[in-house]
Every structure is written in C-alpha cells, then in structure tokens.
C-alpha cells in the first residue's frame, strides 16, 4: 500500500494542453517536494512545500499544497514536449521519522 | 560543481551473489541516502548515512547494509543477491540530514540486474 497516492499513473498529451497531478495521503506532511525524473538520470527537486495553502510556482509549473497539508498538486500549463518525465511527489510524516516518502510517480508524456 | 556520482552505472549479478556499490556526493554534502526504485514499488527508502553513522533505516532485510566514508563517501553492500533485488539504486546527497528542508541531489543511480 502506497502511502502517498499519485494520481493519474499516467498521462499522454498534445502539446499545448494543460495537466495537473495529484498526490494524496491520509496523514499530514511536515512538508512536502516534488521531482522530476528523465529516463537514465536520477530526479531532480522541483519544489518544496512547508506551509498549508501554500502555492508556489516555477515557470509553467504551479504546486499547491492543501490546507490540512494532506494533499498537494502540481499543475502545467501549455505543456512542452520537454516536460516529459515521470513526476514524483515525496513527503516527510512525522509518524514515519525523517524518512522521505515516495509516490509511484506519473509518468507524463508530451506529444509536439 | 561536480554532481552527485554513481559507480557503477550498469551491473549484472547471479543469485546469490553479493555487490557493492558506490557513491560519491557532491563536495561538502554530509548527508548520503540510498533507495531502491522499482517499476512495481516506486522509490524506496533503503537508509541515511551522516559523518559515518547510519542515522535512518527503511524496512528492507539485513542483506542490505551499507557504510560511510570519513570523506563522506558512501558504499551499499547487498549479499545472497535475489532476482527481486534487480532495480535502479539511486544515492542522493544533502548537506544537513535529508529530514530537513535541504534539498537532496540525486545521482544517475546503478541499474542492478539479478539473474
């Protein structure tokens, strides 16, 4: 069982189209960091979420963070054929120490 | 400044066998960790190493296990190697514990294949 749920697993898309990811968990986050991962390379952190409601944006990309701070998503607007990857979402819980927690990942396809 | 490296990148293993790996963070980092990442499990916390002491361990068997140089360097020791043990195993350097806000970098990771 998956402790944190991303959702969907995957996604094909146009180029142009909007998209958000979803990432969910029935525990709260001390905070919360999305990835990006191409083929071959390891991820890479894209954001870090701390505070409840909070919303950042990188670019085209858009991570909220929910109020209870259970929850988050990532939203791409216009996407590129170079935001192909798998996105992961990856959370610190206090019940489960400091240990980074992982989603399964979407894994994102961007067709030009 | 030279990222986090993996060495090596591709190895093939027998059952029950025994590998090691290794991992170099990048310059200043104290902080190594290593996961397993897997098509079925998704990225799997194997544990924390921080001035040569394990400070973090995820629930994998004992045949996991793995050590920290006094340069922070970092090697992952896998024994009686099984099929399901074949994945990409991923380091990921920080400069404080990776509990904290610090951002991780990720190597490109070793892709380990049992047969």
């Known amino acids: 069982t998956q402790l944190l749920e991303q959702s969907p697993q995957f996604l094909s898309i146009q180029e142009g189209e909007n998209l958000t990811v979803y990432c969910n968990s029935s525990?709260?986050?001390?905070?919360l960091q999305w990835y990006r991962q191409e083929p071959g390379e390891g991820p890479v952190l894209l954001v870090t979420?701390?505070?409840?409601?909070e919303v950042k944006k990188l670019k085209r990309l858009t991570f909220q963070f929910g109020d209870a701070r259970k929850d988050s998503s990532l939203h791409i607007t216009a996407a590129q054929p170079g935001d192909t990857g798998l996105y992961l979402c990856?959370?610190?819980?206090?019940?489960?120490?400091?240990?980074?927690?992982f989603g399964a990942g979407t894994i994102l396809r961007v067709k030009s | 400044k030279a990222g986090v490296t993996q060495t090596p990148r591709y190895l093939i293993k027998t059952r029950g066998q025994q590998v090691t790996l290794s991992c170099s963070p990048i310059?200043?980092?104290?902080?190594v960790s290593w996961y397993q990442q897997t098509p079925g499990q998704g990225l799997q916390f194997l544990f924390e190493?921080?001035?040569?002491?394990?400070?973090n361990k995820g629930n994998f068997p004992g045949r996991f296990s793995g050590r920290q140089f006094s340069n922070s360097r970092s090697e992952m020791n896998v024994s009686t190697l099984e099929l399901g043990d074949s994945a990409l195993y991923l380091c990921?350097?920080?400069?404080?514990?990776?509990?904290?806000?610090?951002?991780?970098?990720f190597g490109p990771g070793t892709r380990l294949t049992v047969t």
């Open positions: 990921a350097s920080s400069l404080g514990l990776a509990g904290g806000l610090g951002e991780q970098y």
């Open positions: 525990s709260v986050f001390s905070s």
């Open positions: 979420v701390v505070t409840g409601g």
């Open positions: 990856a959370g610190l819980q206090p019940k489960y120490g400091n240990k980074l927690v």
């Open positions: 310059s200043g980092h104290r902080s």
């Open positions: 190493y921080f001035s040569e002491t394990q400070r």
